[in-house]
């Protein structure tokens, strides 16, 4: 399938998809609702201990929420490998574990790129370029040792390794989660199709995948994704600042976003099915 015709069936998806879109919708405001409720009662607990298990109470509902939000985000992914444009119907208890899935892939395909970009944050010393920074700043050089160099330019000094080390540090960071984040759009495919997570965190397996589909065709799929999107988001910004009482929308768009996105990406993964 050629990336006009992903992009126009996805667009529509979401509207042969209404139940399920007020779902998510309700879901994605609910969870959002007792997530942050759940912190504030949490933190609160320092002053009132019964907050602590009230706001651990209102965490877990969110989680629980969650989990179904994340279940119809792999429904729609599947519905678009299967070259479906609905979605078959939903079960509020149904296949719960697929949800758990989704969740421990999102944090997998965080945790090690993350991992990774700490440990060049090691070897470039990020760490050690800090406090010797700080130290030029807090403390007092004695002229005699300093000699002909003054605080400004002990500061200069200690400034460019800590440049250095940052720009190594952030540019290959910004490169891994740019990799990892195509990983996890096969990766969330793979989980659509198998409903396996071992598979689904297989990286050959997944790197196989993404070669076969076309590295190219990936990239410029989420680039006209991430376009239609910021597209969107700006027309409706304009929108907002002259209507504010229309920002309810949002409660609409951003679901009907993730759905659209969700199910071009099965769309994509369906040619190699």
């Known amino acids: 399938m050629d990336i006009t015709e992903i992009i126009k069936r996805a667009v529509v998806f979401p509207s042969k998809n209404l139940e399920i879109l007020s779902i998510y919708a309700i879901m994605s405001v609910l969870a959002g609702a007792f ?62 574990g697929l949800g758990l899935k989704k969740i421990v892939i999102t944090i ?32 007092q050089i004695s002229p005699i040792l300093m000699g002909s160099i003054t605080a400004e330019d002990a500061i200069t000094q200690a400034s460019f390794p800590l440049f250095v080390s940052l720009a190594i540090t952030l540019a290959a960071g910004l490169l891994l989660f740019l990799v990892f984040s195509f990983f996890q759009v096969i990766a969330e495919a ?23 589909i076309g590295v190219g065709k990936v990239i410029l799929l989420s680039i006209i994704i991430l376009v239609i999107v910021a597209v969107i988001e700006l027309i409706l910004t304009f929108i907002f600042d002259h209507l504010v009482v229309l920002s309810i929308l949002n409660l609409v768009i951003t679901p009907y976003i993730a759905l659209f996105s969700q199910s071009a990406m099965g769309f994509l993964y369906s040619d190699i099915v």
């Not at 009132?48 to 629980?64: D, M, P, Q, R, S």
């Not at 989980?191 to 689904?200: F, M, P, V």
Request: glycine residues 6%; hydrophobic residues 55%; charged residues 10%.
């Open 190 to 212: 793979r989980l659509a199709h198998t409903d396996s997570l071992i598979k689904s965190l297989n990286f050959i397996s997944a790197a196989k995948d993404l070669k076969m």
């Open 108 to 139: 997998f395909y965080f945790i090690v790129p993350a991992l990774i970009v700490i440990f060049i944050a090691l070897i470039t010393n990020v760490y050690g370029n800090l406090i010797n920074i700080a130290q030029a700043i807090t403390v």
């Open 35 to 96: 997530a942050v409720e759940g912190v504030v009662t949490f933190i609160s607990g320092i002053i009132n201990i019964a907050n602590f298990v009230i706001g651990a109470t209102y965490i877990a509902i969110a989680i629980i929420i969650g989990i179904i939000t994340q279940r119809i985000s792999v429904q729609c992914v599947k519905s678009g490998i299967e070259l479906q444009d609905k979605i078959p119907d939903f079960k509020w208890w149904g296949n719960w």
